[in-house]
């Protein structure tokens, strides 16, 4: 069974930065997608950013209106997938949840790590 443990969610205020982690029980490379969503209060869960692996190699998709703020990167050594969030923005307040999808469409979701953001 495959683990996703997320941390970094925490209060932040409008315009700093904010960095989540996401690390995986196995390497990250068994993985043909792995990326981080978000459901903000009252709202559906919508992707943020993911990595999708392919025979040509790796790209980085990202949600609508996410490209600009959001970086996603990995290291693959530690199993771990980071999401950076620059100028915080009140909107970005949601649960965060780290997914992992394997070559046999199986999926997994982590826990989920929370952001809000108050002036």
């Known amino acids: 069974q495959v683990q996703l443990v997320e941390s970094g969610g925490r209060p932040v205020q409008p315009g700093e930065s904010l960095r989540l982690d996401c690390r995986a029980s196995?390497?990250?490379?068994?993985?043909?997608?792995m990326g981080w969503y978000r459901q903000p209060p009252g709202r559906q869960r919508e992707l943020v950013a993911r990595?999708?692996?392919?025979?040509?190699?790796?790209?980085?998709e990202y949600g609508d209106s996410k490209k600009d703020r959001f970086t996603l990167s990995e290291a693959d050594a530690s199993n771990t997938v980071y999401l950076t969030i620059n100028n915080v923005t009140p909107e970005d307040m949601a649960m965060y949840y780290c997914?992992?999808?394997?070559?046999?469409?199986?999926?997994?979701w982590g826990q989920g790590t929370l952001v809000t953001v108050s002036s």
């Open positions: 997914h992992a999808q394997e070559y046999d469409t199986l999926e997994y």
């Open positions: 196995r390497n990250l490379f068994t993985f043909k997608q």
């Open positions: 990595i999708i692996r392919s025979r040509s190699g790796a790209r980085t």
